[in-house]
T-cell receptor
């Protein structure tokens, strides 16, 4: 069974630029999550989708971050414009349902200069 | 507010035991444990549901005391492969909130 796919794996941008990350969850997983993990900290949930609807986005900085999950399958997370403090690993995870085990992708390592 | 993990770091010799604690200020439905090796994604270890259930994965086991709102992860007879950062995740409602992690280093 294929795992969660993410791209790109690494990205370096300058502050005020835009960036987008892509995630393809495990086939059949209804719930998709985007986490931000700053070095030395635990993953912080940014947004959670159930199929193509948003379940929780309470910690998403909506003035600069946006995410969508069209057709309830893959998802895109965008940052526009980026700030220095956005430097982190962005992890995508998926699960059959929100109470089920979450499976993480390899992450995208973002460096904002 | 995230769960509090202790200790923040632990160094073990191969074969030694360790306990990692995870405390919450909320009434919990379940606790999830993950291990993350450097530069890799977190990998699921186990879920504990309320009821004081104890589960195991290899020689790693855990308990969940819902009254104390606390979970403990037990590393028994540690192996080199146990090195990594362990995160507990508390579920209250439909969201999982992770703790700050406990770094474990197992030396030969």
């Amino acid at each position: 069974e294929a795992g969660v796919a993410q791209s790109p794996r690494y990205k370096i941008i300058e502050k005020r630029q835009s960036v987008a990350f892509w995630c393809n969850p495990i086939s059949g997983h209804a719930t998709l999550y985007w986490y931000q993990q700053i070095l030395g900290q635990g993953p912080k949930l940014l947004i959670q989708f159930q199929n193509n609807g948003v379940v929780d986005d309470s910690q998403l900085p909506k003035d600069r971050f946006s995410a969508e999950r069209l057709k309830g399958v893959d998802s895109t997370l965008k940052i526009q414009p980026a700030k220095l403090e956005d430097s982190a690993v962005y992890l995508c995870a998926s699960s059959l349902g929100y109470e089920e085990t979450q499976y993480f992708g390899p992450g995208t390592r973002l460096l904002v200069l | 507010q995230q769960p509090v993990q202790s200790p923040q770091a632990v160094i073990l010799r191969e074969g030694e035991d360790a306990v990692i604690n995870c405390s919450s200020s909320k009434a919990l439905y379940s606790v999830h444990w993950y291990r993350q090796k450097h530069g890799e994604a977190p990998v699921f270890l186990m879920i504990l549901l309320k009821g004081g259930e104890q589960k195991g994965h290899e020689k790693i086991s855990a308990s969940f005391n819902e009254k104390k709102q606390q979970s403990s992860l037990y590393l028994t007879a540690s192996q080199l492969s146990y090195s990594g950062t362990y995160f507990c995740g508390e579920r209250a409602g439909n969201k999982l909130t992770f703790g700050g992690g406990t770094r474990v280093l197992v030396k030969p």
